[in-house]
């Protein structure tokens, strides 16, 4: 079956750096995306195609593919960064799958 | 910039329909490049993709919602629509829409997304 998997919670200290996994057997032959999402408000796209940036985003988020897995990586985590954070791929045509979020909290 | 807007009723019975629209401004549903989703959040957990509409009608539903669920547009009035039949409070959750962009083989992204609206499916 299609599922993907992420940690239900990740911790950093500002500035530090944050890592978010997301794995799944799918993700060694698609594409991921990542969602930001702050407390009552709509989910951002962050990265699209593993590790593309849409424009307005900042600089600090980025994202990398390894076999069944991709990560998201927050450099010189800011306060501002506390979020839930989702990732996606893509099953077959045009249906998709989400992971389960990773609430990332900034100490 | 493109603005997509949810509406429809916030409470619902159980075994009757949800409808909700998702109102499309600054650009238009018909354009080819794009295709249009809907997709929920059950209060507390994570996101789960409903389904998929592109301009020429072509519907792709979630397997495990596909037989309640009925995705369409409206050209005319630049929106789409959302119905689920049969609810139970499993379908509890804000609904959101969104432009969709990919395929497979290129990768699927929703953005942007609409501001989402609360269904409560409660007696």
């Known amino acids: 079956s299609f599922a993907l998997t992420q940690p239900p919670s990740v911790s950093v200290s500002p500035g530090q750096t944050a890592r978010i996994t997301c794995s799944g057997d799918?993700?060694?032959?698609?594409?991921a995306c990542w969602y930001q999402q702050k407390t009552g408000q709509a989910p951002v796209l962050v990265i699209r195609?593993?590790?593309e940036r849409p424009s307005g985003i900042p600089e600090r988020f980025s994202g990398s593919s390894s076999g069944k897995s991709v990560t998201l990586t927050i450099s010189g985590v800011q306060a501002e960064d506390e979020a839930d954070y989702h990732c996606?791929?893509?099953?077959?045509?045009?249906?998709?799958?989400f992971g389960g979020g990773t609430r990332l909290t900034v100490l | 910039q493109l603005h997509l807007q949810e509406s429809g009723p916030g409470l619902v019975k159980p075994s009757e329909t949800l409808s909700l629209t998702c109102t499309v401004s600054g650009g238009s549903i018909s354009d080819m490049s794009y295709y249009w989703g809907w997709l929920r959040q059950p209060p507390g957990k994570g996101l789960e993709w409903i389904g998929s509409?592109?301009?020429?009608?072509?519907?792709y539903y979630n397997p495990s919602l596909k037989s309640r669920v009925i995705i369409s547009l409206d050209t005319p009035k630049n929106q789409l629509s959302l119905k689920v039949t049969s609810v139970t409070a499993a379908d509890t959750g804000v609904y959101y829409c969104a432009r969709a962009d990919g395929d497979a083989v290129a990768g699927i992204m929703y953005d942007p997304w609409g501001q989402g609206t609360l269904v409560t499916v409660s007696s």
């Open positions: 195609k593993d590790s």
């Open positions: 799918a993700l060694s032959r698609q594409y």
């Open positions: 509409i592109q301009y020429s009608g072509s519907t």
């Open positions: 996606q791929s893509a099953d077959s045509g045009l249906s998709s799958i």
